[in-house]
């Protein structure tokens, strides 16, 4: 506790649901209270129902939260790979070998992910690699958008693996392959499952990049609120909000499950 | 499979930083070597130069005769226990033993017998279903031995493996390690450490580095009762370093305006030397070879006394048994030593006043 005196607790809750409140939850419980309004005129909403749910769970948007879901899972999954295999090549190289590789990785961060989803779509629009209007397209962005998050995570969590235990692995006849699968990896499992909680929470959300190369029969949910909310429709797209929020937290409440489970220290 | 370790002019450098200075040792099949010495002397890198973890910039490392230089630390067939054990905290005690026999391939069946074996060794065998985590430092220690015993090595490296533990269980394994090592007298240990109780109770040899160089080499007996120089007889035993002259009369030192019978061996009259003399050999009263000065500081420590005595600008140190009456600070008092305890170290320059 930083803070000793009551008087100075006080304060410092009062501060922090001054800011929190208006900042971080007000919003999110708009949304939710949009959802299930029937109007919204004056400063409440009005004529509460369950119907956007009704059709925010059903047709388009249903196939929109599965779009969404395969499109984040293949693109963690495919961005922690990715991000592990060179952050795993990053460590084994000299200092200067490795400042290049991580300002390789952070380019996708540094640049607007407007400008990755059109060099994207111009890149595989022409021969040899034709991916435009093909779901590809859209996972193969994604996957370039969050395979810095997952090289970056990765990178700190082998800086601070102690090489202690490679070396007596090493001292005890095992082979380097066979170090990395037995020791390192487990030992890196909850920095991985973080990252890949990252991954997954960044791709569900992703929409600029995606508005630039989705084709018709693969419209993932952020596309989804904002064309349900473009065309007027806000209280259906606060309702479809809900249900990525509510996806995105399920799983991510999955992972940490994995990770309480892996954490030995 | 009896092993030993050669170090063939091995050099180790980080950049323009010598960390270990053309080192040559033997290490016997079956012998137990312990590299003493203090921090930053090199004894560790030597160690891990062996383990394969650095790689020197010039000589050769033999393990049981094969250059192993080359090699990469897994083919090495070297057993190692570092200070703070490195148990694999994602496996059960069990696992962690058995980690080095599967990592070789060794045959399914033999596998539980050996791990049990291991364990059986260092006393472990009940807690082979624990996790690290829920052990003691001390208990750790131990399965961290069992796991570098069960490949069976020909050689085991020790690094500091008993420093991270307190004083009762150190001594504790101490007495482990030495029935271990009778156990199996086949295996060659390199134990590193800047404890000379630890060298002298285990080892075989000490070789006392500092440094990056190797300074001595001999039988604790040797280093102990007659070092041959003032690193090894201050670093070992703690001794008391005076200069001295060499008289004319034969066995008859100077010590400032102190004369002092000690065999002079064949040092020529004239020559400065340096005198060794253990603390715990010198007596507080009249006797043979008086040295009379003023108490400077009084420790005690239980069961003796150590005196801290200005004699002739040196400051003197004498562990004597529980006084009934300590000396106050700048009292006068006298002490003596036997001349057979005393040891001349011929090179006399550069003494320090440990």
């Given at each position: 506790m930083l803070v000793h005196s009551r008087t100075g607790k006080w304060t410092t809750w009062g501060v922090f649901g001054l800011l929190f409140v208006p900042l971080f939850a007000l919003p999110l419980l708009v949304i939710l209270a949009a959802s299930f309004a029937g109007h919204w005129s004056g400063a409440f909403p009005s004529g509460f129902t369950g119907e956007h749910y009704a059709s925010a769970v059903r047709g388009d948007s249903l196939q929109a939260l599965t779009t969404s879901l395969v499109t984040a899972l293949s693109a963690s999954v495919l961005a922690l790979t990715v991000g592990t295999w060179a952050a795993l090549a990053a460590a084994a190289l000299k200092k200067r070998g490795r400042r290049v590789l991580d300002g390789l990785f952070m380019l996708p961060v540094a640049?607007?992910?407007?400008?990755?989803?059109?060099?994207?779509?111009?890149?595989?629009?022409?021969?040899?690699?034709?991916?435009?209007?093909?779901?590809t397209i859209v996972i193969l962005a994604h996957t370039i958008l969050v395979t810095a998050f997952a090289y970056q995570s990765v990178s700190a969590a082998i800086l601070r693996l102690d090489p202690v235990y490679e070396q007596a692995a090493a001292s005890l006849g095992a082979r380097p392959s066979y170090v990395l699968r037995r020791v390192k990896l487990p030992l890196l499992l909850p920095s991985l499952t973080a990252a890949a909680g990252l991954c997954f929470a960044l791709s569900m959300g992703e929409l600029s990049a995606t508005m630039m190369l989705y084709p018709p029969d693969w419209t993932p949910l952020p596309v989804q609120i904002f064309a349900a909310t473009d065309r007027g429709s806000l209280f259906t797209g606060a309702a479809v909000a809900v249900v990525l929020m509510g996806a995105t937290l399920l799983v991510l409440f999955t992972v940490s499950r994995i990770r309480t489970r892996a954490s030995f220290r | 499979m009896s092993s030993g370790i050669r170090f063939d002019s091995v050099s180790v450098a980080y950049g323009k930083n010598v960390v270990l200075d053309s080192l040559d040792l033997v290490v016997e099949p079956g012998e137990v070597m312990a590299l003493l010495g203090p921090s930053g002397s090199g004894k560790t890198t030597a160690l891990r130069a062996v383990a394969g973890f650095v790689q020197p910039v010039s000589g050769r490392v033999l393990i049981g005769g094969r250059d192993v230089t080359a090699l990469p630390p897994h083919r090495r067939g070297i057993g190692m226990v570092v200070q703070q054990y490195a148990l694999f905290p994602h496996m059960k005690v069990a696992d962690n033993v058995a980690f080095g026999l599967k990592a070789q391939k060794v045959a399914k069946g033999e596998i539980a017998g050996r791990v049990a074996e291991a364990l059986e060794m260092t006393g472990m065998g009940a807690y082979a279903g624990?996790?690290?985590?829920?052990?003691?430092?001390?208990?750790?220690?131990?399965?961290?031995?069992?796991?570098?015993?069960?490949?069976?090595?020909?050689?085991?490296?020790?690094?500091?493996?008993?420093?991270?533990?307190?004083?009762?269980?150190?001594?504790?394994?101490l007495a482990e390690l030495a029935r271990l090592h009778r156990e199996l007298p086949d295996v060659s240990i390199l134990y590193v450490t800047h404890d000379q109780i630890e060298a002298l109770t285990l080892a075989d040899r000490i070789a006392v580095m500092d440094k990056a160089r190797l300074q001595d080499c001999g039988t604790p007996q040797e280093l102990y009762r007659k070092p041959r120089t003032e690193f090894t007889a201050s670093f070992v035993g703690n001794a008391n370093l005076l200069p001295v002259v060499v008289g004319e009369g034969a066995s008859s030192v100077a010590f400032g305006d102190a004369e002092l019978t000690v065999a002079t061996g064949d040092a020529g009259a004239g020559a400065s030397a340096t005198l060794c003399v253990r603390p715990h050999l010198v007596g507080l009263g009249e006797g043979p070879n008086a040295l009379r000065g003023k108490v400077a500081e009084v420790q005690w420590r239980g069961s003796t006394h150590r005196l801290f005595v200005d004699v002739e600008g040196h400051r003197v140190k004498a562990d004597v048994r529980e006084l009934r009456e300590t000396p106050a600070l700048g009292d006068a008092v006298t002490l003596h030593f036997a001349a057979e305890d005393a040891v001349l170290l011929p090179m006399g320059a550069g003494v320090s006043d440990a």
């Open positions: 640049v607007p992910s407007v400008v990755v989803g059109l060099s994207v779509l111009v890149a595989f629009s022409k021969p040899p690699v034709i991916l435009n209007g093909t779901s | 624990r996790y690290p985590r829920e052990l003691s430092g001390g208990q750790q220690q131990r399965v961290a031995i069992a796991r570098a015993l069960a490949i069976r090595p020909g050689v085991l490296l020790l690094d500091e493996p008993l420093s991270a533990l307190d004083a009762q269980l150190r001594s504790g394994m």
